[in-house]
């Protein structure tokens, strides 16, 4: 299965260690938005999307990707990292999800877990989820990959 995952990892590189994990279950290559190959893309099978979490929402490199994306068909899965759990009355990787959906992809499923986060009322403290994420976060977002590859995702 061809795969290709586009991250954005800005801060402390939470979400490129997350893509990486993911990236060897997959045998996929991760590929920043500005260096995305869309033809290669137009003919993976699988292509993953993610980034950390600014504000409540995804990195804006990455939903402007997206929404420039011409309208196709293909699977596709969303990831993110945060500092803050996401809520299930408004998960940050909802609307890209949704957007997704509106380009014709059809949307696997969703990972998120907990990471380092010095945003600026955590910096004070030196920020919080020293050491995430962990082992066990990665071996999660493996795990959420090897269901991607054996065409069972789940939202986790």
């Known amino acids: 299965m061809r795969t290709v995952i ?30 995305a190959d869309l033809v290669e893309m137009a003919g993976a099978d699988l292509v993953g999307f993610g980034s950390g979490v600014f504000y409540g929402r995804l990195h804006p490199r990455v939903t402007e990707f997206v929404k420039a994306l011409p309208t196709g068909r293909g699977r596709a899965f969303v990831f993110a990292t945060s500092g803050l759990p996401e809520t299930p009355l408004a998960p940050f990787t909802r609307p890209l999800v949704q957007l997704l959906k509106g380009k014709g992809f059809e949307v696997d499923g969703s990972f998120s877990c907990r990471a380092f986060d010095t945003w600026t009322p955590f910096k004070l403290v030196g920020g919080i989820n020293k050491q995430r994420p962990n082992a066990g976060d990665l071996a999660a977002a493996r795990a959420f990959a090897g269901r991607l590859r054996d065409g069972r995702g789940l939202v986790s």
Do not use: I, K, W, Y
């Open 6 to 35: 586009v991250c954005t990892s800005v801060s402390h590189g939470n979400t490129r260690r997350v893509a990486d994990s993911m990236a060897q279950v997959l045998s996929a290559e991760v590929v920043a938005p500005e260096r």
